[in-house]
């Protein structure tokens, strides 16, 4: 069966550590995203990507970066972590103009 | 900008009643909108997308309305059960047909 997965589901870091959270979909979907959720603010996009080698920012995109090399990853990297970036983060996959599937989620905590 | 509310007070019903949901946007009708339910500790689950020429759709238990006049949807899930205990969050799309914004969600407890 397709899925969509994450990885590490948990981690701990350090401030201004870079820090990498993988995720990887084997729906074949063009659309990727990576959103943040936090309570009191839902769900936020971070970057979300239309294909390979195609990039964008969201409403949430310091401090943050994506690179899409091929159609089934879209690692997220946190440059310098910061507290502020201790979050849930989801990853999800979509095709045009239809429902998105997302990944179990990552829990990051930055000390 | 486009935002979305929903009610952030959980809505605690009993079993067997019908859950009525809210969702209302602020500016222009989107060409869809989709509802979700997040259980917590995971992912959400896409549930249902409505189009904007559509008023209403049903699946199994639930159903979802749409109306632009109002600027609303409302999600319901009739003969309720405590396994429909979860966050449902209301999405539709902004800055481009794939982009979705999500409200905050409403939490539903169903009580035996």
């Known amino acids: 069966d397709a899925e969509i997965t994450q990885s590490p589901r948990h981690k701990i870091t350090e401030t201004g550590r870079q820090v990498t959270l993988a995720c990887h979909q084997t729906w074949n979907h063009n659309n990727m995203f990576w959103y943040r959720q936090d309570l009191g603010h839902g769900l936020r996009l971070i970057h979300y990507s239309y294909g390979v080698q195609d990039t964008n920012k969201g409403e949430v995109s310091d401090g943050y970066s994506v690179s899409r090399s091929n159609t089934e990853d879209l690692p997220l990297t946190l440059e310098s972590a910061a507290s502020s970036q201790t979050s849930v983060y989801f990853c999800a996959s979509s095709e045009w103009g239809t429902e998105q599937y997302f990944g179990p989620g990552t829990r990051l905590t930055v000390t | ?112």
């Not at chain 2, 009708?29 to 008023?55: H, M, T």
């Not at chain 2, 003969?79 to 969600?105: E, H, M, R, V």
């Open chain 2, 1 to 112: 900008s486009q935002k979305i509310e929903q009610n952030s007070e959980a809505l605690n019903i009993q079993e067997g009643k019908t859950a009525t949901l809210t969702c209302n946007y602020t500016n222009y009708s989107p060409a869809y909108l989709q509802w979700y339910r997040q259980d917590p500790g995971r992912g959400p689950v896409f549930l249902l997308l409505i189009r904007e020429n559509e008023k209403e759709k049903r699946k199994e238990r639930l159903k979802v309305t749409f109306d632009t006049t109002l600027k609303q949807s409302l999600f319901h899930i009739t003969a309720s059960q405590p396994a429909d205990s979860a966050t449902y969050l209301c999405a539709l799309p902004s800055g481009g047909y794939n982009k979705l914004i999500f409200g905050a969600g409403t939490r539903l407890a169903v009580h035996p």
